[in-house]
């Protein structure tokens, strides 16, 4: 068990841009869950998979927000165009069921800063 | 919708200190609730859950009582160590309402001194 791994751990961009940030869950677990967490703030949810179905999605994740997870392994979250209120942790977990049944194992989170 | 309201921080104790921490809730179904925990550097983890009504939860030494009548979830510990220094979430799965996620308090910080 290496444990919910995120890349890159910090991204500088400037406004305007695309970003990419990379999920790579625990192998066995087939759920993937991406939250966005502000100073100050608890994390918000964003969307979840069931191994490759995006079953969820928050109506916080506007259309510059695009969530794959092409073969029920690795995952990325995708930003077009940032805005200055993009800036934020990131960060990614993964789980064997449902909350209930099975504790979430968060990754450390990608920092983005748009500039 | 589904909101969680835990205790502003950051709150400062001495070791062996007893510690609560306060969270409440608002949910539209019957939800499961969580306190997860994040340490220093590390990502956040389960600390304790309960899925019911008068359920405790309870882990290294924590606990928490899920009440409904009063829609809280205190988190407590009789004899905080230096190691329980980390920042504290409150959160809910309201599984009834048909979704999976898990909605978050904003955390308290808590720092334990020697």
């Known amino acids: 068990d290496t444990g919910v791994s995120q890349d890159p751990r910090h991204k500088i961009t400037k406004r305007g841009q695309n970003v990419t940030f990379r999920c790579d869950p625990i192998?066995?677990?087939?759920?993937l869950y991406w939250y966005r967490q502000t100073l100050g703030q608890g994390p918000e949810f964003l969307t979840y998979?069931?191994?490759?179905?995006?079953?969820?999605k928050s109506r916080l994740l506007s259309d510059r927000f695009s969530a794959e997870r092409p073969k029920g392994s690795f995952s990325t979250l995708e930003i077009q165009r940032t805005e200055q209120g993009d800036s934020a942790m990131y960060l990614c977990?993964?789980?064997?069921?449902?909350?209930?049944?099975?504790?979430?194992?968060f990754g450390n989170g990608t920092r983005l800063t748009v500039t | 919708g589904d909101s969680v309201t835990q205790m502003e921080g950051p709150v400062t104790l001495s070791e062996e200190a007893f510690l609560t921490i306060n969270c409440t809730y608002t949910?539209?179904?019957?939800?499961?609730l969580f306190w997860y925990v994040q340490y220093p550097g590390e990502g956040l983890q389960l600390l304790l859950k309960?899925?019911?009504?008068?359920d405790k939860g309870s882990n290294k030494g924590f606990e928490a009582t899920y009440r409904k009548e009063t829609t809280s979830f205190h988190l407590e510990k009789g004899s905080v160590q230096v190691s329980d220094s980390a920042v504290y979430f409150c959160?809910?799965?309201?599984?009834?309402?048909?979704?999976?996620?898990?909605?978050f308090g904003k955390g308290t910080k808590l720092s334990v001194i020697p």
């Open positions: 977990a993964s789980s064997l069921g449902t909350p209930k049944d099975s504790p979430l194992h």
């Open positions: 192998s066995e677990h087939n759920r």
């Open positions: 998979f069931q191994n490759e179905a995006q079953l969820e």
């Open positions: 949910a539209t179904g019957y939800p499961s």
């Open positions: 309960a899925t019911k009504a008068d």
């Open positions: 959160a809910l799965e309201d599984s009834g309402a048909g979704s999976y996620q898990l909605t």
